[in-house]
Each structure stands twice: as C-alpha cells, then as structure tokens.
C-alpha cells in the first residue's frame, strides 16, 4: 500500500490542502500571524478559523509549492502568476523558483509547483528535481553569492520552463531574474542552465563539474 503523500484539512467553504512530498519545513506557514495554522494542534490546519482572503495569502507563502488550497467544489484554487519570475539562490539551500512554472519531472498532482517550488541543488535530493533537505545532511556550504550579471533589461513575466538535463543541469528558459543569497537581485536573462549537481565553482550556474563528479539524475 502506498502512502499517503496529500493530507485534507477541510473547512466549510475552502479545504487546504498539504503536499508531504514538497514539504521541507520552511515555517512560513505555522509563523504566519492567526491560528490557521498551530503546531501540536488537531488538527494542524483549520481552514474556519480564518477568512478566505488570509487562507490563500498564508498558502500562497509557502515556497516550496506544499501548500494548496481548494474551493468548495473540491476544484484547486489557481494561483495568479505573480509579475516576475525569479530564481532565489537560498543560502546552504535549495534554489527557489516563483512565477509562470513549468517544471520538467512534476507530478500532475503537485498543484502549486506552477507557481512555486524548491529545486535541489546539492545533487543528494531523493526527490529530484525537489529539495528534501538533504542539503543538510550532507553539510552542504554555499551562501548564494551570485558573479554574474546577465543582461541589462528583459521583459517581466511570461512563461519559465525548468527542464531536466539528464546527468547535468537544469535548463532554466524564459524572462527570469536570480536573486542570490542576500536576497540582491544579482543575474537578469532568457536562458541558464543552473547547477544541480552541488559541484560547480561557478554557482548556481553550471560550469560541467557533473561530469567529473559523476552525477547521476534523470
């Protein structure tokens, strides 16, 4: 029997849903102000303690996509794209994309990663291209800092495709924005292909360091 990797929290008019498979415990969600979400409770998330605009706002803080909520009807709440798309180097982390998604190796049932996710990038993910936090367990030391600059303008928005380079990086294609570790918009352009092997010198863009290490993903 599989597992379950989708748990309902149901409320009268909305049903939030939670995604154990993208989860990587940022905390946005349980510091959130309010008492949608409370640690130690049962259950955790109770969609009646708070009104329809706070629920999608909460929900939509969460950066890895594990969050989803549903209407009445049971039909999934579709997220606007926010204006930008980014790519935020996280420090020691993964790297976490916002925008207009489409994500080479998501399931169909991953409802939020078409706005928002964490790709690994310290090559030890079980859930590739996810984060799982394997990144700290294997004491992975990178804090963001971003060499590069890009292109001076591109156009805001638009569609970001993430695909999966087999062996090797992950291509990264549309009008984007990288935001290093600091949090500085660093690098602007249309196309990167990003490290996801956590061996480049040139992070987070791929310098071929995958093939010496020995990198193996789909």
Same mark, same amino acid.
Request: with cysteine.
């Given at each position: 029997?599989?597992?379950?990797?989708?748990? $309902?929290?149901?409320?009268?008019?909305?049903?939030?849903? !939670?995604?154990?498979?993208?989860?990587?415990?940022?905390? &946005?969600?349980?510091? /959130?102000?309010?008492?949608?979400?409370?640690?130690?409770?049962?259950? !955790?998330?109770?969609? @009646?303690? %708070?009104?329809?605009?706070?629920?999608?706002?909460?929900?939509?803080?969460?950066?890895?996509?594990?969050?989803?909520?549903?209407?009445?009807?049971?039909?999934?709440?579709?997220?606007?794209?926010? =204006?930008? @798309?980014?790519?935020?180097? %996280?420090?020691?982390?993964?790297?976490?994309?916002?925008?207009?998604?489409?994500?080479?190796? %998501?399931? *169909?049932?991953?409802?939020?990663?078409?706005?928002?996710? /964490?790709?690994?990038?310290?090559?030890?993910?079980? @859930?590739?291209?996810?984060?799982?936090?394997?990144?700290? &367990?294997?004491?992975?030391? *990178?804090?963001?800092?971003?060499? $590069?600059?890009?292109?001076?303008?591109? $156009?805001?928005?638009?569609?970001? &495709?993430?695909?999966?380079?087999? *062996?090797?990086?992950? $291509?990264?294609?549309? @009008?984007?924005?990288?935001?290093?570790?600091?949090?500085?918009?660093?690098? =602007?352009?249309?196309?990167?292909?990003?490290?996801?092997?956590?061996?480049?010198?040139?992070?987070?863009?791929?310098?071929?360091?995958?093939?010496? /290490?020995?990198?193996?993903?789909?």
């Amino acid at each position: 029997m599989s597992k379950t990797t989708i748990f $309902e929290y149901k409320g009268d008019t909305q049903t939030v849903t !939670w995604d154990r498979r993208l989860c990587i415990h940022v905390g &946005e969600c349980g510091r /959130a102000k309010g008492e949608l979400f409370v640690t130690g409770r049962d259950p !955790w998330c109770d969609p @009646n303690v %708070a009104d329809r605009a706070d629920v999608e706002d909460v929900v939509a803080r969460c950066p890895t996509g594990a969050l989803a909520v549903q209407d009445g009807s049971g039909d999934y709440l579709i997220e606007a794209a926010p =204006s930008e @798309n980014e790519v935020h180097v %996280a420090n020691d982390g993964p790297l976490y994309v916002s925008g207009d998604l489409t994500i080479d190796g %998501a399931e *169909d049932d991953m409802h939020s990663v078409s706005r928002r996710a /964490a790709l690994c990038r310290c090559g030890a993910s079980k @859930n590739k291209p996810f984060c799982d936090n394997s990144h700290r &367990e294997i004491e992975f030391a *990178d804090a963001g800092a971003v060499g $590069e600059a890009g292109l001076d303008r591109i $156009e805001a928005g638009g569609p970001l &495709e993430i695909k999966r380079i087999p *062996d090797g990086p992950i $291509e990264v294609s549309g @009008n984007f924005t990288i935001r290093a570790g600091s949090g500085r918009k660093a690098w =602007s352009g249309r196309k990167a292909y990003l490290c996801r092997c956590g061996k480049s010198a040139n992070k987070p863009f791929c310098d071929g360091a995958q093939k010496e /290490a020995g990198f193996k993903a789909d």
